[in-house]
């Protein structure tokens, strides 16, 4: 089993930046990959960035060049740094661990205000 708490949603201006982490507990050793999803009102759950246990990372076209994923495996903690954000951006945003099965986080809110 693994544990995900998400933290650092709030109200920003576009524009801005922020930076949410995800604490990971409990079987982290088996922990594939992490990574961060969006959910939007009304629209499907989409990925916006995945770090693998070897420290690969890929991202949505939309966010490559403005957000980073990054983790301190000392903290057991994966970061999303998120800079240049639009109102697009808005949404709730869930972190997601991958060992033999997918866990996820309760959500953290973000919303980019124009």
């Known amino acids: 089993q693994v544990q995900l708490v998400e933290s650092g949603g709030v109200l920003v201006q576009a524009g801005g930046s922020l930076r949410l982490s995800c604490a990971a507990s409990g079987s982290i050793f088996s922990i594939a990959a992490m990574g961060w999803y969006r959910q939007a009102p009304g629209k499907q759950r989409e990925l916006v960035a995945r770090?693998?246990?070897?420290?690969?990372?890929n991202y949505a076209d939309s966010v490559k060049g403005r957000f980073t994923i990054s983790r301190d495996n000392a903290k057991n903690t994966v970061y999303l740094q998120m800079n240049s954000l639009k109102p697009e951006n808005t949404g709730v945003y869930y972190c997601n661990a991958f060992s033999l099965r997918h866990y996820w986080g309760q959500g953290t809110q973000v919303t980019v205000s124009s």
């Open positions: 770090i693998t246990s070897g420290g690969s990372t």
